[in-house]
């Protein structure tokens, strides 16, 4: 692995991103140049904005925000130029909005930072096993669980995005393309009615069965009202490098 030249501090406006940003400033103490990075997705809740500002100050680095003009940041602009939501190539919209903004971004000599909590380091070894790349995930390395992030950020008076305040496990994209749980999708309708519309008219546009119901996979304007349990559905992950996650995606 080269010595490197610059950190680049991956921020998504998740807690766990947030500490792990704060940590390595600290940890740095101005040796290397550090850039915090933002890749913005328009579908992301607003406040995403106010939490970003927030932690800019926390942090005492400016944020860089980053987004893929060809799409103008917005996955349903890449649902409607790719013809595609998610399926067997996975969800374009990480590809196209994180991936690739990132990859234009980057060079060899940089070293990744990340959010992975302690209770991810399943996935940290597979990711590191996965990419030849130099990271660090200063959260995980120090043990902190997500609930331990979260802690932290409201430690710092700096008060939680709105989507983990309403009950997410992540501050996702609202109706979220990866996501297939009927728990989600029925908590998504209740909160973002319009989003939720959003995405049943679009994924019906696009022939996709979003929605996993036991084993059958249903359309969004299907879903019955009341049914699922969010809490006990599996998390979904979309992150600057998370696309080799995503191969479960099988449903096109
Ligand atoms: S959070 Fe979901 S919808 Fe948003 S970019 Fe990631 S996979 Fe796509």
Redesign the pocket.
């Known amino acids: 692995m080269t010595t490197p030249k610059r950190i680049i501090c991956w921020f998504s406006c998740g807690a766990a991103s947030a500490a792990a940003t704060k940590l390595t400033i600290v940890a740095n103490a101005g040796r290397l140049p550090l850039v915090v990075a933002r890749c913005v ?1 328009r ?1 992301e809740h607003a406040d995403n904005d106010r939490f970003a500002a927030d932690c800019e100050k926390w942090f005492g680095v400016p944020i860089v925000n980053m987004l893929n003009e060809r799409y103008d940041g917005s ?1 349903y602009e890449v649902f409607r130029k790719e013809s595609y939501i998610s399926g067997v190539k996975g ?1 374009p ?2 590809r196209l ?2 991936k690739q903004v990132r990859q234009k971004f980057e060079k060899p000599t940089d070293q990744h930072v990340f959010g992975y909590c302690a209770e991810e380091q399943g996935r940290w070894d597979d990711f590191l096993d996965a990419n030849n790349i130099n990271a660090i995930s200063p959260v995980l390395e120090r043990g902190l669980e997500h609930s331990d992030c979260l802690a932290l950020i409201e430690r710092a008076g700096i008060e939680l995005p709105v989507m983990y305040r309403l009950g997410y496990k992540h501050n ?2 609202i109706g ?3 996501a297939t749980g009927a728990g989600y999708w029925n908590k998504v309708r209740q909160d973002f009615p319009l989003m939720f519309s959003r995405m049943a008219v679009e994924s019906r546009r696009l022939g996709v069965r979003i929605v996993r119901v036991g084993e059958e996979r249903i359309f969004l304007d299907e879903l019955k009202p009341g049914i699922g349990h969010y809490k006990d559905e599996p998390e ?1 992950q ?1 992150g600057i490098f998370c696309e080799m996650a995503e191969q479960e995606y099988s449903y096109r």
């Open positions: 997705v579908e996955i969800a919209c990480t909005l994180k996702n994209c979220c393309a990866k979904v979309c």
